[in-house]
């Protein structure tokens, strides 16, 4: 018999792609805070992806899937209401926070999965997709740079950014903590 | 090396992803300044807490069966005994149908396998709307008003389409485009329904007329039925009882003379 070529296609896609879905569905997670929309998202990049397959030359497919699941998300995110649209990310603005060097800078940080998780999401977007690419997917610079398609530089910086904010925000939760358990 | 370079690099050195002079220069930096290496133990604590496995979210069960039990279907026509899965997908298919043909007797469903020729003109129209919703794409003219989106298509197309407001029924036109399926120029209807699009196509064709034919697909709807020697294709995102309930108001507003 004759190979079909859509079976080849879709033989391929399911060898490929499929074992990145939770990959795809990890970022779409992260990105959206719900479970509902995540789902919403990967479905429609798995389509994406489903449909523009053939256009995938080689390389690494999660890179490639995580591209276009970050790509759903801010496409789709631009057709819904404009109340939580406008969350502009200005790298000049968002300029380091982290307080002057002291010599007993070691914090003290809450680090369990609840606090994380809110420190996480409480994150602006570009900081958030970031750090989740970096320490989940345990991505390297530059495939975050692919994915994102901006340069490492711009990747680099906004990572610190990202642990600094997570730092200040683990830190006051830490503290208010403590001072909960005093009183 | 000055702090404020250390600051930045030390995010990159537990990355590992600085070169080996700048990781010897960062560490001697660190053996000399206090505040920069309790920097570096926070953030290295931290690195390690965010590799916690309840952080990382898996896709959903229903979310992965949904994409590796079948195939797309319409890429790959169930074929018997040439895939280990086809019979898993017959059933699901069978079950599906099963389903659908209790829920409803006014509609028709179409069961698997399906004509290749069907397959690809749903593969068309759902790609083509999704190709629709990418920025700037879905629409040439934009208006509200039938009368400026009909006469719109005058000269782009070798037949005028049938264009009708439904804003009365909850369907407002938001306008139209050209586009191609299934080989033919097609004329293009874009509606809303609350925040979802519906594209409906149209080009002319010479077969009899046909019932409007329902099918799901990755949970996008597509109607298909042929009226006055018109084939219409409808797609979205909505779900199919709305989109039907679009369809009905679409022929019932068609079967009145259309105006010119």
Redesign the interface.
């Given at each position: 018999?004759a190979p079909?070529p859509?079976?080849i296609?879709?033989?391929r896609f399911?060898e490929r792609v499929?074992p990145h879905?939770?990959a795809?569905?990890?970022l779409a997670?992260?990105l959206t805070r719900d479970?509902t929309d995540?789902?919403d998202v990967?479905?429609?990049a798995?389509?994406?992806a489903?449909?523009y397959f053939n256009s995938f030359h080689g390389g690494d497919a999660r890179i490639w899937l995580l591209a276009i699941v970050r790509n759903t998300y801010y496409?789709l995110r631009?057709?819904?209401?404009p109340d939580s649209m406008h969350e502009a990310f200005d790298d000049d603005v968002h300029t380091?926070t982290?307080d002057q060097?002291?010599?007993?800078?070691?914090?003290l940080?809450a680090?369990d999965?609840g606090s994380?998780?809110m420190a996480?999401e409480n994150l602006p977007h570009p900081l958030r997709e970031a750090?989740v690419l970096?320490?989940?997917e345990e991505c390297?610079?530059k495939e975050i740079a692919a994915i994102t398609g901006q340069k490492i530089g711009t990747v680099?910086?906004r990572?610190?950014r990202a642990?600094e904010r997570?730092?200040a925000e683990?830190t006051r939760h830490s503290t208010e903590a403590r001072r909960h358990d005093v009183q | 090396m000055m702090?404020n370079d250390a600051?930045?690099l030390l995010?990159?050195y537990i990355?590992d992803?600085l070169d080996a002079a700048q990781s010897v220069a960062i560490t001697r930096h660190m053996q000399g300044?206090?505040?920069?290496a309790?920097?570096y133990?926070?953030?290295t604590?931290?690195?390690k807490?965010?590799?916690?496995p309840?952080?990382?979210?898996?896709?959903?069960n229903a979310?992965?069966e949904q994409?590796?039990t079948a195939?797309?279907a319409i890429?790959?026509p169930v074929r018997v005994a040439?895939?280990r899965r086809a019979p898993i997908a017959f059933a699901m298919a069978a079950g599906f149908a099963a389903a659908m043909l209790l829920a409803t007797s006014l509609w028709v469903y179409t069961s698997s396998p399906r004509s290749s020729d069907t397959n690809q003109l749903i593969n068309d129209a759902?790609?083509s709307h999704?190709r629709s919703?990418?920025?700037q794409h879905l629409m040439d003219v934009v208006s509200t008003d039938q009368h400026t989106v009909k006469p719109w298509f005058d000269g782009k197309l070798d037949f005028a389409p049938r264009v009708k407001d439904l804003a009365s029924e909850g369907f407002p036109l938001v306008g139209g485009r050209l586009d191609a399926l299934d080989g033919h120029s097609v004329a293009a209807l874009i509606y809303k329904r609350r925040?979802h699009v519906i594209n409906l196509y149209q080009w002319p064709v010479s077969s009899s007329a046909s019932p409007p034919d329902t099918t799901l697909w990755?949970?996008y709807a597509v109607i298909r039925w042929t009226s006055r020697d018109m084939r219409y294709v409808a797609v979205s995102d909505v779900n199919e009882s709305e989109l039907q309930q679009f369809v009905l108001a679409f022929q019932d507003d068609a079967a009145t003379p259309p105006m010119r």
């Open positions: 018999m079909d859509h079976v296609g879709s033989t399911e499929l879905l939770d795809a569905y990890n997670r992260w479970d995540a789902q990967v479905q429609e798995m389509l994406r489903f449909r496409s631009t057709k819904t209401p380091i982290d060097p002291t010599p007993e800078a070691r914090a940080l680090l999965v994380l998780q996480l750090i970096r320490e989940l390297s610079y680099m910086s990572l610190a642990r997570l730092k683990l | 702090c600051r930045l995010h990159a990355d992803e300044c206090a505040s920069c309790a920097q133990a926070n953030y604590q931290l690195h807490a965010l590799t916690q309840s952080l990382y979210r898996r896709a959903p979310l992965r994409w590796s195939k797309p890429a790959s040439t895939s759902v790609s999704i919703m990418q920025p925040l990755r949970g």
